[in-house]
């Protein structure tokens, strides 16, 4: 496990590294969403990154990093989500296999994704303990090279490119916020958001069901999530050693939001914007419409950080 | 009924009219969807233009021609859809009443659009014959100007704009693509992109269930639809004297479509590039669905006509 605290210049590294892999994905605004909430949103639309998701920043940034020897049987991780799903795409980008633990219970959608980028998907039960047993198993017969999803340095150096082209094309936010699961994305965007505008703040946005985020930073030790029960599916996961650690150091607040303020907040960037994404990235716009008056009048950038969704299974 | 044919020269003064008050929407391409269709495909997102729909560009050059005299009472038009909505903003920007007439059964969020616009809505039965009586009763009332959905010299001059975007900034398409319902978009677009591009094929896609221009333009006579019956709600209409003429003239091919392979492109859009459209929109897409070798390897533009949907009665 690595515990080194990534430095704004490898996050700069990292977006040089990953730039020909990756979109710059377009910052949107929307006029109707502004004058309902009184506010400045600017979006980043993660969810038209490649694999529908920001985490493809990341697994490319730690793929390419990998070394001749490192790269040689693959890569590993378990995942019932995004991140299979891109890892399994920047694994392909450089020619090498992706090993994906993933529960039986995973989403067909999600089990698709995968297969599409050519994923070697292995089940096992949706345990915690059987997911890391079922990892070790098919480290030890692949020997493919682990990458986990957020408590990695070179994963958190990819999620924070993001903000470097966020902050390019509006420098002067007020605020910027951002969903926590694991952190990765809000460990990578609080490192070099401060960098780049000292003034700017860091706000996380999490589902009260799965506060866990909200809950360690507040009593500032590490409590790791228990039952999460969220629409946000890509929120479910706890912090880790790591970034607990920066977000801990980094971010100005985070603030949790309803399930139902999620649904909402998503319908209005569906109907408004004429954009999809997925619940988790509808959180960040929920804690906005929960906390109107704290942020009124404010110029405001929000990642959106993914598009992948059931349409057989919407919440409307 | 103006009957004088819009030149190219009328679109390019439409187009500087109305700059200020549209948006120039971005073109978007999807490497998923060139590699499953093994096409070069380019879409031009009018479902991002204000009020979701590319008609705003007519309705605000139709607005904005109007003379001190002929604005002095307001606007006036019947419609269940989208130009209702155009309009009702259109009018709006310029500071004069709305007045709609809609059929009993439009949708609730058609209705909802044109009230969030401040449109004046007259409800009446829903046959052609109570719509046009009951908008000659409006008028008479009111004494507003009346702005046909498509059969207006204006108003195709201001759809024609979005082709003079597209063109700018994908010159050398083999190939654009708009449905057809009453023949607005397809008339505005044809004029333009022949007089920019002369070596361009310009297509119309056509819901087979409301196959009206399709058979017009086979036999060379105006065929009003019978009792159409299409996903794609917006092109439930016939063609007009105005538009069948430019059609005939311009337009070097009309297909026409399943409702299943709409359904299909809609998904197909959806899903990978992460944006919404409403059926009609989709036609064009699937058009090139249903002939694959017709297009294959082709530069091919898509105008994605508009997004307004109710999302609690999608087909997926």
Redesign the interface.
């Known amino acids: 496990m690595d515990k080194k605290i990534p430095a704004y210049k490898n996050i700069q590294e990292a977006h040089e590294r990953i730039k020909g892999f990756i979109h710059d994905t ?1 910052v949107l605004k929307s006029d109707s969403i502004n004058s309902i909430l009184k506010v400045k949103l600017f979006f980043k639309c993660e ?2 990154q490649k694999a ?1 998701v920001f985490k493809y920043r990341g697994a490319t940034n730690a793929v390419q990093m990998l070394n001749e020897k490192s790269m040689k049987y693959g890569v590993a991780t378990h995942s019932s989500g995004n991140h299979a799903a891109a890892l399994s795409l920047a694994a392909k980008k450089r020619d090498i296999p992706a090993y994906i633990v993933m529960p039986q219970n995973a989403s067909d959608i999600k089990i698709k994704a995968v297969k599409t980028y050519g994923g070697n998907i292995t089940f096992c039960k949706s345990t915690l303990d059987a997911r890391e047993k079922m990892l070790k198993k098919v480290k030890d017969d692949t020997g493919a090279y682990f990458i986990h999803p957020y408590n990695n340095f070179d994963v958190i150096c990819g999620q924070g490119t993001a903000a470097i082209e966020f902050l390019e094309k509006v420098p002067d936010l007020d605020y910027i916020i951002v969903p926590v699961g694991g952190g990765g994305l809000l460990s990578g965007t609080a490192i070099a958001s401060k960098a780049i505008n000292p003034n700017i703040k860091v706000y996380a946005a999490e589902p009260k069901k799965a506060d866990d985020a909200y809950r360690s930073f507040k009593k500032g030790v590490f409590i790791p999530v228990q039952r999460p029960k969220t629409i946000a599916d890509g929120l479910l996961t706890s912090l880790s050693p790591l970034t607990f650690e920066i977000i801990r150091n980094n971010v100005d607040d985070i603030l949790t939001v309803k399930e139902q303020t999620i649904i909402d907040a998503m ?1 209005m960037i ?2 408004r ?5 997925e619940p988790s990235s509808a959180v960040a716009l929920a804690s906005v419409i929960e906390n109107k008056y704290l942020f009124r009048s404010k110029k405001i950038g929000i990642i959106l950080s993914g ?1 992948n969704i059931d ?2 299974k ?1 919440p ?1």
């Open positions: 377009p969810n038209f529908g319908r569906w109907e914007m004429k954009i999809i994404v598009g349409l057989n919407l409307f």
